[in-house]
């Protein structure tokens, strides 16, 4: 699922709005106690093999396809792009969605019902693969406060949207002062979106 861009925070009652991690995309493939990692290129990352091994454990019963993010994080929580990059560990999986579990195909379940059997799936803490909390209706205020923590910005999404690439309705809002974005050219990447009335 891509992410469109858009340059300001919104407030909406259909959407809802996540933290955006700084980190590697990926999607998770589980199945019965082995773990892979996928690339948004559609690559297979092989320089994380301690993680993998460890998602993998955290399933031992589950096969799954799950969206989310490779981050290092540090003491504070706050990921750690460039300490990502040279492969410092720990690193972890932040899950934000449930694409198919145990033979079901869920893309076409509202967002809202895919995130909660994520949670529902999702091991207890400490684990390497973490939940990507979220908040309804309120996309100023979060972004608000990502600006203030130094993070990535915010990413809004259609609360009952279906997982279709391509029509998207996930939205990526940035933090044009944010710290770790100094050097890199993808930073203001992606296609432009444009808000319905």
């Not at 031992?60 to 490779?70: I, K, S």
């Not at 390497?128 to 203030?148: I, K, M, N, T």
């Not at 130094?150 to 990526?172: F, H």
Request: with cysteine; glycine share 6%.
């Amino acid at each position: 699922m891509p992410l469109a861009r858009l340059a300001m925070p919104f407030d909406h009652p259909d959407w809802l709005f996540e933290p955006k991690l700084d980190g590697f995309r990926a999607l998770l493939y589980i199945e019965n106690g082995s773990a892979r990692l996928l690339s948004r290129n559609g690559n297979w990352f092989k320089s994380f093999p301690d993680l993998t091994r460890a998602l993998g454990t955290c399933f031992p019963h589950t096969t799954a396809v799950l969206d989310g993010e490779v981050v290092r994080l540090g003491a504070d929580g706050k990921p750690l792009f460039y300490e990502l990059m040279r492969r410092r560990a720990p690193q972890h999986f932040y899950a934000f969605d449930l694409l198919w579990r145990n033979g079901e195909d869920l893309r076409t379940v509202p967002l809202l019902e895919r995130k909660d059997l994520l949670r529902e799936m999702l091991p207890p803490q400490p684990s390497p693969a973490l939940y990507v909390e979220h908040v309804a209706r309120s996309g100023v205020d979060l972004f608000q406060a990502a600006c203030e923590c130094d993070l990535e910005g915010i990413v809004a999404k259609l609360a009952n949207g279906l997982y279709t690439p391509d029509s998207t309705t996930w939205v990526k809002i940035k933090n044009r002062n944010y710290t770790q974005a100094e050097g890199r050219a993808d930073f203001f990447d992606g296609r432009s979106y444009k808000m319905s009335a």
